[in-house]
């Protein structure tokens, strides 16, 4: 049986797969199987740093300007807004779902802000306005995949194609430029000193999302989903009401990120945040999230949106395109996840003599 | 015979009469658009996209995904550009066959990551998506190829009239006829089905699952490779962005077209409807005084609906008996 159940999920992600990633290694004690693999996975985080120690190395060695605190902070806001959705898409990947239709929320979101803005309501409204349709958007997504049972990947680019349409429907090629003064802050303020609202936002919402997926019932909940829903299902676990808490979650992220971007542009166009969600997929996947579900930490995806960021960061300063960014970045993505697949079968290649 | 083998013919019928009643309804408003004609044009313009829309069902009937199929397009569409700017003289077969090829090896990547590292499509296939596009970008410096740059031969051969269609839309028929005949007739083309629709018992009756999985990679590399060329001939032009987003419009016809997410499920035919679908929403919307940017949210809207008819059609048959069982334990509770 091992045999066979070995060679099937090459390609097909099958559950084997998840624990594995890999047809070949031959599992003499089962039960004991996943001991090197959670090792590996705890250095996940350790790749991580080592790489973000690397880049800001090779980056201040390259480029004068790269350790000055006020630039590292305006370095921030190009990647604050997707590590806020991140964090949420972290628990419904954990969840073994996916949300492709954050950026189109965001979108959306951005589009009813303008309407509100447009109609003279003060700020307050506005945001209220913006996280209000990231909820109704999140809670869309929700019903389709939890009531209706619809596999989330394809559920979701559908409401990625009806939410980004919406803003075009509403927008066409006009533009929302005229946001109240006082609406600037959310994308613009500062806390303190060189220390931005943004970055101030996320940082207390990676320490909640830690908290939350590492330290309650709920987190253990999610990951139990991930790993196995029929067990969870047969465990009593709510599966469904979790996973839809979780896509509310990342409708109400991406209606905050949406807040934040739009003032921080200060206009609205249809196009907000085009081509985002694969970037937020990837800071996910990067994370150490499996995309298969079950495993993968917040401290993962605080490092990884890190890495992209200071990556741009540096790289930009080096005058080096964007599009040549992201090469590095789509490497970078196959590299860290084929990695410890890569080691862990060297390992078992090594230790098989032994015995 | 089990209810399982009529039910993909069932709902390629009910596609093709929602369809029907779809261009029935546009007829009432613009009697025009239904003429043979004008219907030839939405073929045409739909071609590429029923094209991909068959490479990606070979890759989704094996539970895969193939994100990467428009950065596929780009690069080998630029590639093929260049090549010819640069060099007029190479013959046009040749640069065709070359894009054909290019894509296949791009394909290929994909394909190796996934059955030999063992990586999951969807992150291969993200990975290699931005990376293909910037590739493009490398090799063109951000650069244009324009209209005046290309040959004549190079842009009018899929423009070329044969029984009063363009080969573009010949293409795309010899590779719906193609790809049906390999799907159905040919022992890899079953493969597909038996991988994606149950892996353990494909393993059992001596399928490769991996190899399998390989060489729908590859397929899908291919055509794409090859509607890199259709693509940058027909647009008269190539540059980075060429087809972006395209791979989620892709994935959206196989979805309408009955292709099920989870594989094993879906046919050709199915997926030329679905591709077809949304040429004739794209194509009717100016023509019955929608403004256009109302498109993409109209066919957000048909996707879900199509995703949710399929789903509902999926379960009844019992085909997932997981979820037969905790739905029977949820009843029970």
């Known amino acids: 049986m091992t045999m066979l159940d070995a060679k099937v999920p090459s390609g097909a992600q099958d559950d084997a797969a998840k624990r594995d990633g890999d047809a070949r290694p031959v599992r003499f004690i089962p039960d004991r199987g996943d001991a090197p693999a959670l090792a590996l996975l705890r250095s996940w985080e350790t790749l991580l740093l080592a790489l973000i120690a690397a880049i800001v190395t090779a980056a201040s060695l390259a480029s004068p300007y790269f350790l000055d605190i006020w630039n590292l902070s305006d370095a921030t806001f190009n990647f604050t807004e997707k590590a806020i959705v991140a964090l949420a898409l972290a628990f419904v990947i954990l969840s073994a779902e996916i949300d492709i239709s954050v950026a189109g929320i965001i979108a959306l979101a951005s589009t009813m802000m303008g309407m509100t803005a447009a109609a003279g309501h003060p700020a307050a409204v506005i945001v209220a306005v913006g996280l209000a349709t990231g909820l109704a958007c999140g809670a869309l997504n929700g019903v389709l995949v939890t009531v209706l049972e619809l596999p989330s990947i394809v559920a979701t680019i559908g409401t990625m194609s009806l939410f980004r349409g919406l803003a075009y429907g509403i927008l066409g090629d006009g533009a929302y430029t005229r946001y109240p003064a006082e609406f600037a802050y959310f994308g613009q303020g500062y806390v303190w000193e060189w220390l931005s609202f943004e970055f101030t936002v996320f940082l207390g919402l990676a320490l909640l999302a830690g908290i939350v997926l590492h330290g309650t019932a709920f987190g253990r909940t999610v990951r139990a989903i991930g790993h196995n ?56 996947v990067l994370g150490g999230v499996a995309i298969t579900g079950g495993t993968g930490t917040i401290p993962g995806v605080v490092l990884a949106a890190l890495v992209m960021g200071l990556l741009t960061f540096g790289l930009g300063l ?38 | 015979m089990s209810p399982l083998t009529h039910l993909p013919k069932r709902r390629e019928a009910l596609l093709l009469v929602v369809g029907l009643l779809l261009l029935g309804l546009i007829a009432l408003r613009a009697p025009d658009f239904v003429t043979p004609a004008n219907l030839a044009g939405v073929f045409t313009d739909s071609a590429i996209l029923i094209i991909l829309a068959i490479a990606q069902t070979a890759v989704i009937l094996t539970r895969s995904i193939d994100l990467s199929v428009a950065a596929n397009l780009a690069l080998t569409g630029m590639a093929g550009a260049m090549l010819n700017a640069a060099y007029p003289g190479i013959p046009v077969p040749l640069l065709v066959f070359g894009s054909a090829a290019m894509g296949l090896a791009l394909g290929a990547v994909n394909g190796l990551l996934v059955w030999k590292v063992g990586l999951p499509a969807i992150v291969v296939t993200l990975g290699t998506l931005t990376i293909f596009r910037g590739l493009a970008f490398v090799l063109s410096g951000g650069e244009w190829v324009n209209t005046f740059q290309m040959s004549h031969a190079y842009l009018d051969l899929p423009r070329m009239m044969l029984f009063g269609l363009p080969l573009l839309a010949w293409a795309a028929v010899a590779v719906i006829a193609l790809a049906a005949l390999l799907f159905t007739r040919t022992a890899a083309g079953r493969a597909l089905y038996a991988v994606g629709g149950n892996p353990a018992a494909a393993a059992y009756a001596g399928i490769d699952a991996g190899r399998t999985v390989f060489r729908a990679f590859c397929f899908s590399g291919l055509l794409a490779g090859l509607c890199g060329y259709l693509w940058v001939s027909r647009f008269a032009v190539a540059y ?25 499920l879906g046919s050709v035919g199915g997926a030329v409807l679905g591709a077809l679908f949304l040429g004739i929403i794209k194509n009717a919307l100016p023509v019955v005084g929608i403004s256009p940017f109302w498109q993409m949210s109209i066919s957000g809207a048909i996707i879900i609906a199509a995703v949710i008819l399929n789903t509902r059609a999926e379960r009844t048959k019992g085909r997932i008996i997981l979820r037969r069982l905790t739905a029977g334990q949820e009843t029970g509770a």
């Open chain 1, 229 to 284: 829903p029929a067990a969870a299902e047969f465990s009593g676990l709510r599966v469904r009401r979790v996973k839809f808490w979780l896509f509310l979650a990342a409708g109400l992220a991406a209606g905050l990120a949406s807040v934040m971007l739009t003032s921080r542009l200060g206009s609205t166009r249809p196009s907000i945040a085009t081509g985002w969600e694969l970037d937020i997929v990837t800071m996910v």
């Open chain 2, 240 to 264: 980075v962005d060429i087809a972006a987003g395209f791979e989620l419009d892709v994935i959206a016809a196989c979805v309408i077209g009955g292709v099920s997410i989870s594989g094993g």
């Open chain 1, 318 to 355: 080096l005058n080096v395109s964007g599009i040549i960014m992201s090469i590095v970045v789509g490497a970078m993505l196959i590299t860290v996840v084929a990695l410890p697949i890569l080691l862990r079968r060297l390992s078992a290649r090594l230790r098989r003599p032994a015995a």
